[in-house]
């Protein structure tokens, strides 16, 4: 692939002493198909998650690989979930949800929540205990994190959901990690 760089402007005269900046520019690049991108993209590990909410609205959980800290101070993280899963709608309602890292024997049940299947179909094959009386948190994961939703964005086909966090815990054990379309340990292929 061929990229057209374009100039940025530049100042005409430095100021004695003034660091010397690298000139900027500016990439012009061709329209990228989902495929390449999704294969390029696949190429970063990234921690498996299922994100889940339950309260008034119901319960629902899904797989979530687009999971991020945001801030320290305060705490806020972020997961990105696309635009037509019934499962947002849910959370935006419920105004709350978890995000549940899966420990490295648990690939099946990011297979599971994964698919478009009722909710109480996934709830019902995995062991899982309710927080505030509603809150799904799943059995055995290696960490959890609580989230108040603080805002959402939406861009291209997915949302951004900003979690104001609320509690969290970690327990012992390796967490799942997917890299290049393959479930793996950290200590190799799962």
């Not at 889940?52 to 305060?74: E, H, N, R, W, Y």
Request: hydrophobic fraction near 40%.
């Amino acid at each position: 692939m061929k990229y057209d760089v374009v100039p940025a402007s530049r100042p005409a005269t430095r100021e004695p002493g003034a660091r010397q900046r690298c000139p900027s520019a500016t990439l012009r690049h061709p329209v990228l198909d989902q495929d390449r991108f999704r294969a390029c993209f696949g190429e970063l590990p990234t921690g498996v998650t299922v994100v889940t909410t339950g309260g008034p609205a119901g319960q629902a959980g899904m797989t979530v690989s687009s999971v991020a800290s945001v801030s320290l101070d305060p705490p806020v993280v972020l997961v990105c979930i696309h635009h037509r899963s019934a499962s947002l709608g849910i959370m935006e309602a419920n105004g709350r949800f978890a995000i549940n890292v899966l420990r490295d024997t648990q690939a099946w049940i990011s297979s599971l929540f994964a698919e478009r299947l009722p909710s109480a179909k996934k709830f019902a094959s995995v062991s899982c205990r309710l927080l505030d009386d509603a809150l799904p948190i799943l059995e055995g994961v290696v960490l959890w994190v609580t989230c108040d939703i603080k805002a959402t964005f939406p861009s291209g086909d997915h949302t951004i959901v900003l979690g104001a966090v609320s509690d969290m815990a970690r327990m012992p054990g390796e967490p799942l990690v997917r890299h290049a379309g393959r479930y793996r340990r950290l200590g190799g292929v799962a």
